[in-house]
């Protein structure tokens, strides 16, 4: 039984095939936290939850009941920690009732327990069949305010993963304001010897991974710009000092929305500490009227005592199976030439067709026309919004170009900002109220444009009949979604103004209405997110997009940061990553074409570069490049991945392999950063059955699984500065 109620002592008890996750209704009708960690079996837990010999200064609950012990929150570990009534701690739920003050204080009332998930409506989220995962759904009220609270957590069994998301409903006939609310709540007894990991960046270096201690006092990760950003993810993972890839306890959370959000971990005084994930309060402000509910995104809490590595990789799964939907969820996605770094804006029909024509002679699968090939868009200074063919720029119009990349055997896949309006566009100069503004003040512009206000209906309208007449005039099998500045003066024409503060969190709704429109009425599109490179790489975006643009550098070598960091929580099936031109546009890098293909390979593989250019012998080193990502894509996408040298270590070298469920396949990349005067590279493999024999096809070497796993490869050649290897061995017994 995943998820038990033991009505003695009024313990819940979450269980998956490895963790177990434990909390309590105490006498008074508080929930109380006892235990997050690795799987134990069946027994009383309720030792952990009164904090015996506190402060009298402690604030205690104001009515006594007899027989029950003098209850304090401020010592307790609360379960959903609430605002304003003695739990001192960052709080989750902080609700302005109609007295205009902010105390909230919630206790049970009943529970629910049954198979499967249910949805989130209007919201992204995993999903699960029946016999998949079990779901506990506790009712809790705020009495004083008439807040009816539902805590939901699913855990998924196999997988060793669990969500949790949280809704309040307004059962009184008086308004009500919620502050902050936020999707999950984590009290550990006991964190002193833990860091926190978190992925910071900005444009074109996203997602860097970065580890400390946690320190008493809070610590806090966080996106006020409308989006989860390129600045820092909504991922959070604290783990053991001592937890490397392979060893120690590991706890990952991730949120799954676009929007501002927060993730924070405070150490109180006694060593403990609250984890928090949600929706970021500032800028947020939601009136709810008497009746109506409001429901947060969904966090998914992962822990492993596998170590780093073994939390990625049930993210992965997770996100592979229960998250990304629809028929490229399992299906070979095509390999992708996109004609940006080739052209930028600088191109015609004949020049993108000259492009189509050399891929399609290499086994590259899709073409993708970038930005500029619709309205007055010569530069990034113009007609975003404007989603009408450029028929002077495409003669013959977009459907005589896609039918001749298909003449190829090629899709066709095109660019749209549609969040977006250029300041000089025909959008803008017919509806300057679409754009989000505030009264009065001039609006911000960055890359010349402005942000749409995805929160009104006639604005989603206008797109989804913009993309639909586009998709419907011409054979298009693939979007990319880019997203290219973030919000500024946030307010909206349509609504009043106590209703403001719920424009970012509309924003994002909106937003997901519209691409669960547009999906439904293309069930075969491929959406790829992208956001300036990867500045909204969120697990939202998989539900919708099984790929997302990873960054705008595309020089390999920054890139091994970037994947790495990105793995953390991200299946590498998710990671839009191109083989480009060199010296590199970013970075002014000269690295192997061979490194490039490597790296871009462990992502969803693509061209970015003018191929018509390649030399014969680049061109044949392309084509061998296809026929391997083909050969090795289940491989990649579906096995599980191993990260064995971090490029953040020593900086001289990384390596990383995919091992497939049934461990009869691994495939190794290895990457010179530095090469020095070293001529021996010894990497050490993982997740290999240490009782079998693997051959390296490359080499014709066999090895046991113990030998590759304990004393490593050892590569005999002096490698220079950002070469590369990859092997495959293959199991012999
Ligand atoms: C963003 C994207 C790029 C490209 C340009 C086009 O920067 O990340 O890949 O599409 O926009 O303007």
Redesign the pocket.
Known sequence: MAIQFISATKIFKLDTNKTSYILQVNGYGYLLHHYYGAYIPDSEMDYLGYTVGHSSFSPGVPCWKNGEPYFSKDVSRMEYSCNGCGDFRGSALSIIRSTGTADTDIRYVSHKIYAGKPQIVGLPATYAAADEATTLEILCIDEASGAEVTLYYTVFEALGAMTRHVSVKNTSDKMMNIQRIFSTCVDFHDARDMDLIHLYGS?AMERKFERIPLMHGTQVISSKRGASSAMHNPFIAVCSHDATEEYGDAYGFNLVYSGNFVASAEMDTDGGARVLMGINPEGFNWKLEAGESFTTPEAVMVYSNEGIGGMSRIYHRLYRNNLCRGEWKNTRRPILI?N??AT??NFDEEKLYDIAKTASELGIEMFVM???WFGDRNT?KSGLGDWFVNESKLKGGLGKLVDRVNDLGMKFGI?F?PEMVSKDSNLFRAHPEWALQTPNRPMSIA?AQYVLDMSRADVRDYLFDCISQVLDNANIAYI?W?F?RNLTEVGSALLDADRQGEVFHRYVLGLYELLERILNKYPHLIIEG??????RFDPAWLYYAPQS?T??DTDAIERLDIQYGTSMCYPVSSMGSHVSACPNHQTNRTTPLTTRGHVAMSGTFGY?LDLTKLTDEEKEIVKGQCDEYRKYYDLINKGDLYRLISPWKDRTRCAWSFVSEDKNEVLLTYVVIRGGIYDRHYVRLNGLDENRYYRNVQTGQVLSGKALMNAGICIQERLRDYESRMYHFISVN
């Not at 992208?530 to 500045?535: A, D, E, K, L, N």
């Open positions: 444009w996109n940006w770094e930028y804006f970038d930005d500029g990034d660019w900002e890359r990319k880019d290219n992208c956001s300036s490179g990867g500045g643009w960054s705008d970015e």
